[in-house]
C-alpha cells in the first residue's frame, strides 16, 4: 500500500514556476514507477511526467517537454516536478500516482488528492 499528499500548488503568473511535492508513505515507495497527472475543468485527466523506480528514466507529454522536469528522492519517498515557463494552458489540478506502468495507466490505484495549480494571463 502507498499513500500520497502532494502539495506546492497555488496561483503564478504565465511564465513563472512551481515545484509540485509528493510525499508517499509505505516501504515500497522505491519499487514503483511514479508520475504526474493532471485534470482541467470539463477535460479528461491526461498524462504529464513519469519517473521510473530508479530515476534514470524519465517521460514526459508533449505539451510539456523542455519545460517540466520530473525527480524523485527515494531517501525521502518524495517525487517532484518542476514546472518552468508556465502557461494558462496549464491550469489543472496536478495527480501524483504510483504504480504506473509503461503505457502511463496507473495499477493499484495509488493516487493522491490532487493540487490546484493555476496560471494566470
Known amino acids: 500500500q502507498v499513500q500520497l499528499v502532494e502539495s506546492g500548488g497555488g496561483l503564478v503568473q504565465a511564465g513563472g514556476s512551481l515545484r509540485l511535492s509528493c510525499a508517499a508513505s509505505?516501504?515500497?515507495?522505491?519499487?514503483?514507477?511514479m508520475g504526474w497527472f493532471r485534470q482541467a475543468p470539463g477535460k479528461e485527466r491526461e498524462f504529464v511526467a513519469a519517473?521510473?523506480?530508479?530515476?534514470?528514466?524519465?517521460y514526459y507529454a508533449d505539451s510539456v517537454k523542455g519545460r517540466f522536469t520530473i525527480s524523485r528522492d527515494n531517501a525521502k519517498n518524495t517525487v517532484y516536478l518542476q514546472m518552468n515557463s508556465l502557461k494558462p494552458e496549464d491550469t489543472a489540478v496536478y495527480y501524483c500516482a504510483a504504480d504506473v506502468t509503461a503505457t502511463y495507466t496507473v495499477q493499484g490505484g495509488y493516487w493522491g488528492q490532487g493540487t490546484q495549480v493555476t496560471v494566470s494571463s
Open positions: 519517473i521510473s523506480w530508479s530515476g534514470g528514466s524519465t
Open positions: 509505505g516501504r515500497t515507495f522505491s519499487s514503483y514507477a
